[in-house]
């Protein structure tokens, strides 16, 4: 589809009538379809996003890159597969062993790349699928703590939440690992509530291995399931003191057995990169790292804005009527938010998707809310207050869903310098060539099969490069008396005649 604007206007139509017809279904009880068009509704959002076609400058296109590499040896996480230049192990913009996250997104990118070829759906196809299950997770989840209509909201408000289907498209910062991880936080809640009902020991197996597979995401602060498994498990009054203990230890045990030897095969393997990076994550609490600093207030600031301009005097509200009425569900949910919320806020480097992993809980917070003012019995004027409360909450999601996913900029989704990076792969097939003088030596690398650098070497480098029968190719922003015959691509088209020197 040629026309931007025309594609985001079809969109956004489609998924306005698809809401509507799935808030008709759920007035009439008919639950399975209504959840099935919010499903809908958050692929189509997610899908739409994800059709930029290039790669996203941070953090995307370093991750489509090493999951790339990851193809051929899941096991050698690698930024540059072959690096031909000398590198710094502690930058991890440039180097080669690259320990800078942990390796379940990346595994499932390479994975889908299999599937779909070397290409952007591929990197953002474990994404799209995680927020369509979310959609589900969020309302099994509302469900079971509240009841179905809060769970049916926030349902709802999670499927068009703009930074969640913004960030599955790889347009935000740390892009799809957030999403991943807020993806497999959520299915260990509700496979905590699934224990907590049945009893049953592999539900409680299964809890441990969606956390790991969330710390393996996103490191440590995935642990914040373990005080929700204990309010869940043990005030559901069907375990014994000695049933606790062990049901606790197992899951403890596979949380280890799933983690551990990830960080042990790296610190045996890779030592100075693996070393360099576990001081590093904790350095994210003592100092602002890369310039992600901000005021005490930074994440409630953020969540008001990525859950809602009302969400702060919605959590206020949910905190006091937990207070007066105690009540373990509500407990997790407060729990859920409140931990994660204050433990970032005291970490000295702050970013945005720090707190994204409580958006279930908050939207079921806003869902109560919602569903508490529905049930007012009052006279018109209240009931015309009320209704005219809810559009303006609707009003507010709708306003930023719009903002960042922008149906109607009609930007240019397939820029130019990504069609001549393609056109290099083409142009320049060979497995062993090297570009030199490339802005853009990441992206470069992930489009075709060479390895790239930002600068050109001296002429000694470029003759050991070339010993080793690379073809080189500069960028003739960087062309001059050379002694090789180096091939030379324009400076303004990074494909098209070449020249021979």
């Known amino acids: 589809m040629s026309n ?11 998924v306005v009538v698809a809401y509507a017809v799935s808030v008709y279904f759920f007035t009439r009880q008919t639950t399975k379809i209504a959840i099935g068009l919010l499903m809908f509704c958050g692929a189509v959002l997610s899908i739409y996003v994800s059709s930029d076609n290039y790669l996203h400058e941070w953090d995307e296109r370093f991750h489509a890159l090493v999951a790339k590499n990851m193809m051929e040896h899941p096991f050698a996480p690698k930024l540059y597969d ?6 710094d192990y502690t930058n991890w913009l440039s180097n080669e062993i690259w320990l800078h996250k942990q390796p379940v997104p990346l595994w499932l990118m390479a994975a889908s790349m299999k599937l779909t070829g070397i290409n952007e759906w591929g990197v953002r196809l474990p994404s799209i699928i995680a927020v369509t299950l979310l959609v589900l997770l969020t309302f099994k989840i509302g469900q079971r703590l509240i009841d179905q209509r809060t769970g049916y909201i926030a349902a709802l408000l999670i499927s068009l939440n703009g930074l969640i289907i913004e960030t599955s498209g790889g347009r935000a910062a740390t892009d799809h690992y957030d999403v991943l991880y807020l993806f497999f936080i959520a299915l260990g809640v509700w496979l905590c509530l699934r224990f907590a009902d049945t009893q049953k020991t592999y539900y409680n197996v299964l809890t441990g291995v969606a956390v790991s597979a969330a710390i393996l995401s996103r490191w440590l602060p995935a642990l914040i399931v373990l005080p929700l498994w204990l309010l869940m498990v043990y005030y559901s009054k069907q375990f014994t003191r000695q049933q606790l203990i062990r049901q606790f230890m197992l899951l403890c045990g596979v949380i280890a057995l799933c983690v ?28 602002a790292l890369e310039g992600h600093s901000g005021p005490w207030y930074f994440h409630f600031e953020k969540i008001s804005i ?13 905190t006091i009527s937990t207070i007066r009425q105690p009540n373990r569900y509500r407990l997790v949910l407060l729990t859920w938010l409140w931990v994660p919320l204050l433990f970032f806020t005291l970490a000295a480097t702050k970013m945005t998707g720090y707190t994204l992993f409580t958006a279930p809980s908050a939207f079921i917070m806003i869902g109560s809310f919602c569903s508490m003012l529905l049930d007012l019995r009052t006279n018109f004027i209240g009931k015309t207050v009320v209704r005219l409360l809810l559009l303006l909450f609707a009003f507010f999601n709708l306003r930023y869903s719009n903002e960042r996913i922008k149906f109607f900029d009609g930007n240019n989704r397939n820029p130019r310098w990504a069609q001549q990076l393609r056109q290099l792969h083409e142009d320049f097939s060979e497995e062993k060539t090297v570009f030199f003088g490339m802005n853009r030596p990441v992206e470069t690398m992930f489009y075709t099969n060479g390895i790239a650098y930002k600068n050109v070497p001296n002429e000694t480098e470029l003759q050991r490069i070339a010993q080793m029968g690379y073809r080189i190719v500069i960028n003739t922003n960087h062309a001059n008396e050379r002694t090789l015959p180096y091939t030379y691509i324009s400076a303004d088209a990074l494909h098209g005649p070449v020249q021979e020197d």
């Open 4 to 14: 931007p604007i025309f594609l985001g206007s079809l969109v956004c139509i489609t």
């Open 82 to 87: 072959t690096p031909l230049l000398p590198y």
């Open 306 to 318: 990525a859950f809602g301009d009302y969400f702060l005097a919605v959590l206020l509200w949910f």
């Open 260 to 287: 551990l030897p990830w960080q042990i095969y790296c610190a045996h393997h890779f030592p100075n990169e693996w070393n360099w990076e576990q001081d590093y994550n904790n350095r994210h609490f003592t100092e």
